[in-house]
Each structure stands twice: as structure tokens, then as C-alpha cells.
């Protein structure tokens, strides 16, 4: 039986009994999205890197007690969203407060872009912005975006993730959707 | 290696497929290849450290038997050595027991047990023994307190020799501070304490030959000496009581304080002046203090 059709849970399953090939195809599934998860949310290549480790580890430290209730997607980034809050407590700053409850929801973006949008704009410039205006979105919806965009999970998994209820979850990705919107207006 | 697809869901009606497009053209950062490595490293390492847990379950599930074999093969030896070792400390009681002092004076049979406290040596043990003997008796008999005198040239090896000291050994050592002190004694006749002019004479006997005690005044009363003396008044007390018994006892004391060898020569000197009795006593002494002892055809 082929590895990589092989659902996450069951991968999982198969290294917690033992079998280290199992994790390796896990890994390679989701190396890139929790590393650029990691990497936008912090900010700094050397923390999205030591966080990146961390969390494996942990993983791998936990897979005896792992039980398949949940997506394995949704307990991997759960467990990278803990660790990014123990990052942000550690900082002066502490946590974000987009991350409470109350969803900021009257937060928008100051961008404003600048100017008319030039036609000459090719995609890679347009990326650029994007990934510009993503990193002025408050943490909490610009994660809630990236659980979106590279872990696939839904709203539901969204919350659960990060452990709010689901219309929290919701009211942020579709605030970070508008803000993104408005200040990629002309580009796309 | 392969990546997650994206998967929009627009059942959520929080999608934007032309953001999630460029969102997929921006970077595609992966991480270092040394992360890849230390992380499948470690994985591996887990699967590893899995047997290693199954290896200690299987230590952990003997260990309970194996300890408690330990402790029983421990115990046995322990409970073996204890009864080899009492076996032996009750084999040693024997000789060590007091004998019967019936029809003996005071005087002689302090003497006739000289290494031996007042008290019942079986109804203490061995140490409380050695101890009592080592605190009751030295200022009581003059054998002792001869023998505490060269105990403090001669180490004691272990408990059980010193409860038992060979006659070889300490005998001679003693035999030659009684023969130094016996000229002293004579010369004292029986006005001082004679416990205390021993002591005195067998500890400078051994040091020097020619330095022996000042007589006392053959009048001068036991309480003008007894203060000058180191040894404690208790100790003193029993002996100046039994020194108006008499010459015969006195005699007799001296007989029995001689070496094994000159104790035999007096035996038969007694036999030869017609003291049968006399010698007989002396000999029943001889044999119970030493019991093996050669005895010469003579006297068999």
C-alpha cells in the first residue's frame, strides 16, 4: 500500500505503534505549510525555525498518547498554536489582543494603497503586497488566514485549532479576507 | 516531496479564490534541510527509544522477582552466619563460666578467680562482658589490675580474643610483674593494702626492675594509705577487710598468683613437706584455673 495515500490519522497511528517511515511521510506533508505558519506568524525566520522544531518534537514526544478524535491536520497546527502563544508570552509585548475573544472586529488595516494600481504590476509584485498586507493584519485573523491558506483546515477546524468557537474563528478569517481585499483593491 | 493541496471550502463563505491564488504564487519558504534531518533524526530515534521502553517493561516486570530472590538469598546467608556465630560465642560462654566459690574465703576466691568479674559472665553478653570486666574488676583483684597494666602494651585483635587471652601470651607478661612485686610484698608483709602495693609494684616492675614500692610502716592504719593511693576506695575496701584472715589463706593466695610453673614446683614442694591437703587444694586450683595445662608425672 502506497505511504501517501495513506489519511494523516493513520500515519500517525502507524508511528505511534512503531513505525518511523510513517512519520517521515507525515513530515514531508506538512513541513512547508507549518514552517511559512510559523514564518508569518513571528516573523523572524530563526523563531519560525525554533518553533518549527519544537513542535515536531513535541509531536514526537506525544505520540504515544496521540488518539485519532480529531483531524491530525488540526492537532498539528493546535499544537503549533500553543506553542506561538508560549512565544508570544515570552515577548514584552505578551499575547496579541486580536487573540482574545472579542474579536477585534473593527480593526482594518491603515494600508491604504497608494496612488492608482499600475497595470505594470506583475504577479510577483502582487504577491509581495499581499504578503505585506498580511503581516499588518492582527495576529489573530492573519492566522486564522494561514490555517486557511496552508493547513486547508476549515472554520470549524479553525476554532478548534486555536480554541475559540467557531464564529470567532469565522469573524477572523473574514475580516483578515476583507482587509486583505481592500488593500490588494487595483491589484487583483 | 509532497505538499498539501489547497483546499478551498466554500461551504464556509469565507473564501476568496483570487487572494488564496497569489497567496500560492507568493513565497513557497520551506524549511532548512539541518531541521529536516535533526527532526527525522529524533523521529527515528523515537522509534528506537520505543524498543528501549519495551526493553525496561521487560526489566521492570523482573525486577520484583529478583528482588525478592535477593532478599531471600541474603537472609539465609545473614540468618546461617548469625546461628554459626552464636554456635561459637556459646562454645566460648562455657570456659568463661564462674566456678563454684563453695567453702572458699573472700580472700581466695577473689584470687582464685582472677579474670573473671563477680557477676554471672552468661547472663550478660559477650561485649556487656568484656565491658563489665574491663570496669568492674581491674581496681578489684590484682590480677587485673596486672593485666591492665600490660593491656596497655598488648592491642586487644577482636572481642573474642580479648575474653579469652591465650595463657601464653599474658601470663608471662604478668608472671613478671608478680615476680617483681613479690619481693616488694614480702617485704611489706601484710600492713598495706595489698591490692594497691601490687598495682603499684607490678606497674614500676615493669618499667624498672630495681624500682619497687615504699613499704608502708608495718603499723600505719589502712586509711592513712588508702588516700594516697590512685585506686578507688571500693577497691581497696574488700582487701584490707580480708588481710586479718590469716597466714594460711595469705599463703595460699601467694601459691596461686605464682607462674603455672613455679605453682607446680610449690605443689610438690608442699607434698614433699607433708601438706597433702594443702598441695591437693593447690592443685585442684591449678587445674581449674588451667586446664590445660601439662602436668608433670608427679602429679598426675
Redo the contacts between chains.
Keep these: 500500500m502506497n505511504r ?1 495515500s495513506v489519511a494523516d490519522e493513520e500515519l500517525m497511528a502507524r ?1 505511534r505503534d ?3 517511515g510513517a ?2 511521510v507525515l ?7 507549518l ?2 505558519y510559523l ?1 508569518r506568524s513571528s516573523g523572524s525566520a530563526a523563531t519560525a ?1 525554533e518553533l ?2 519544537d513542535v ?2 513535541n509531536l ?2 506525544a ?1 504515544a498518547s496521540y488518539a485519532a478524535t480529531a483531524k491530525f ?1 488540526t492537532y498539528l497546527y493546535r499544537l503549533a498554536h500553543n506553542r506561538l502563544i508560549d512565544h508570544y508570552r515570552r515577548r514584552p509585548q505578551g499575547v496579541p489582543v486580536s487573540f482574545e475573544d472579542d474579536c477585534p472586529e473593527l480593526d482594518t488595516l491603515a494600508l491604504d494603497p497608494s496612488g492608482q494600481p499600475d497595470a505594470r504590476y506583475d ?2 509584485q ?3 503586497r ?2 505585506a498586507l ?1 503581516a499588518e493584519l492582527p495576529e489573530a485573523q492573519r492566522e486564522a488566514f494561514l490555517l ?5 483546515l ?2 470549524e477546524d479553525i476554532a478548534q485549532a486555536t480554541g475559540v468557537n467557531r464564529e470567532t474563528a ?1 469573524s477572523r ?2 475580516y483578515a ?1 476583507a482587509n ?2 481592500s488593500g ?1 483593491r487595483g491589484y ?1 | 516531496m509532497s505538499e498539501l493541496p489547497h483546499t478551498g471550502k466554500p461551504e464556509d463563505a469565507v473564501a476568496d479564490p483570487a487572494l488564496s491564488g497569489l497567496y500560492r504564487e507568493a513565497g513557497r519558504e520551506i524549511p532548512p534541510s539541518r531541521l529536516d534531518r535533526a527532526i527525522l533524526a529524533a523521529a527515528r530515534g523515537g522509534g528506537s527509544e520505543r524498543s528501549r521502553l519495551l526493553r525496561r517493561d521487560l526489566v521492570l516486570a523482573w525486577r520484583l522477582p529478583l528482588s525478592l530472590a535477593a532478599v531471600v538469598v541474603l537472609s539465609v546467608t545473614l540468618v546461617m552466619l548469625m546461628t554459626e556465630r552464636h554456635g561459637d560465642e556459646a562454645v566460648e560462654a562455657l570456659p568463661l563460666a564462674p566456678p563454684p566459690a563453695t567453702g572458699v574465703a573472700p580472700e581466695a576466691a577473689v584470687s582464685a578467680a582472677p579474670a573473671r568479674p563477680a557477676v554471672e559472665d552468661g547472663d550478660v553478653p559477650l561485649s556487656s562482658r568484656d565491658d563489665h570486666r574491663r570496669a568492674s574488676t581491674v581496681p578489684q583483684t590484682k590480677e587485673v589490675a596486672a593485666a591492665a597494666v600490660a593491656g596497655k602494651r598488648t592491642a586487644r585483635p577482636s572481642t573474642r580474643d580479648a575474653s579469652r587471652p591465650p595463657v601464653a601470651q599474658t601470663r608471662p607478661v604478668a608472671g613478671e610483674a608478680r615476680t617483681a612485686g613479690r619481693e616488694a610484698e614480702k617485704k611489706e608483709e601484710m600492713a598495706a593494702p595489698q591490692a594497691a602495693s601490687r598495682l603499684e609494684a607490678r606497674s614500676q616492675a615493669e618499667d624498672t626492675a630495681s624500682a619497687a614500692p615504699v613499704p608502708a610502716p608495718p603499723d600505719t592504719p589502712t586509711a592513712d594509705v588508702a588516700p594516697k593511693e590512685t585506686i578507688r576506695p571500693g577497691a581497696v575496701a574488700p582487701r584490707a577487710a580480708a588481710a586479718p584472715v590469716g597466714g594460711l589463706q595469705t599463703q595460699a593466695q601467694e601459691i596461686h598468683d605464682l607462674p603455672p610453673e613455679q605453682w607446680l614446683a610449690k605443689i610438690e614442694s608442699l607434698r614433699r613437706e607433708g601438706k597433702a591437703a594443702e598441695a591437693k587444694r593447690s592443685l585442684a586450683e591449678f587445674r581449674r584455673r588451667y586446664p590445660d595445662y601439662p602436668l608433670p608425672p608427679s602429679l598426675r
Design positions: 501517501d508511528y512503531g513505525d518511523a512519520f517521515e513530515y514531508n506533508r506538512h513541513r512547508g505549510g514552517y511559512r514564518l525555525e518549527f522544531q515536531w518534537m514526537v514526544r505520540r491536520t504577479t510577483k502582487k504577491a509581495e499581499l504578503l498580511l486557511r491558506e496552508e493547513a486547508g476549515s472554520v469565522k478569517l473574514r479576507l486583505l481585499r490588494m487583483l
